[in-house]
């Protein structure tokens, strides 16, 4: 039987003025604007306790039935990047080579990507990101977990955040599959690899390409 939760009075909550409101969100849009996926990065060290601050954000995300069904691997030893690039490419090799259809490869023409990943190497972290497909108790016993991927996803969206408000960069990569990080992070079968994030400052040389985003009419309908 689940535990039963109790209830306090919401705490914290300063209702804004509309101007304040307003102000808030597009200072936000304009901060979350100059948010870029870079692919170059530098290999000068980042705080952990950074790293550390913006997982508890994650940590907060919501989630079905307050499972919290993520776990967060933090990958800064050299040697581990090595393994874990080594096998990224062997994926990506197979992905490039016969695995993804010409469709999606033309997709991804413009953008210049290729096999070889040396950014997992050269960035101070890697955060593994795993999504628990059913929890797992002292004694053995197995418990449903609900929403998982949408969970994981919400929590993985507010890090992404984290990092760029903490003024960091970073990069969703998903070599497919990625049943290699739970070898070399030694994570149990219980936990499915979810993303990859790449994670530290820019290279000084650092490119993005130039992406043109869709308008507020085309990903929204006020009714």
């Known amino acids: 039987m689940e535990k039963s939760f109790g209830f306090e009075p919401l705490s914290g909550y300063v209702r ?11 200072s936000f849009f304009a901060s979350m604007r100059a948010r870029r996926t870079v692919r170059h990065f530098s290999d000068q060290a980042v705080p952990e306790s950074v790293i550390a601050d913006c997982l508890r954000a994650a940590g907060t995300a919501p989630n079905g039935a307050n499972k919290q069904p993520w776990h967060f691997v ?12 080594k096998a990224a490419e062997e994926e990506e090799v197979a992905f490039y080579a016969h695995r993804a259809p010409q469709e999606w ?4 023409t413009p953008f210049g990507t290729d096999a070889e990943k040396p950014f997992l190497e050269t960035a101070p972290f890697l955060i593994a990101i795993f999504a628990e497909r059913f929890g797992v108790a002292a004694d053995g016993s197995k418990s449903k977990n ?25 990069l969703t990569h998903t070599p497919s599959p990625m049943g290699f990080l739970n070898t070399l992070l030694h994570r ?11 994670v530290g400052y820019p290279a000084a040389d650092a490119m993005v390409p130039v992406l043109p985003k869709k308008s507020l009419a085309e990903i929204a309908t006020f009714l």
């Open 16 to 26: 804004p003025s509309q101007e304040e409101m307003k102000d808030r969100a597009q």
């Open 74 to 85: 933090v990958v800064a030893d050299p040697a581990l990047k090595s393994e874990i690039r």
């Open 105 to 108: 490869l033309d997709a991804l």
């Open 146 to 170: 609900y929403y998982v991927q949408e969970s994981v996803g919400i929590a993985t969206g507010i890090l992404i955040t984290a990092i760029h408000q903490a003024g960091l960069v970073s």
């Open 188 to 198: 149990p079968s219980n936990e499915h690899p979810f993303l990859l994030l790449v």
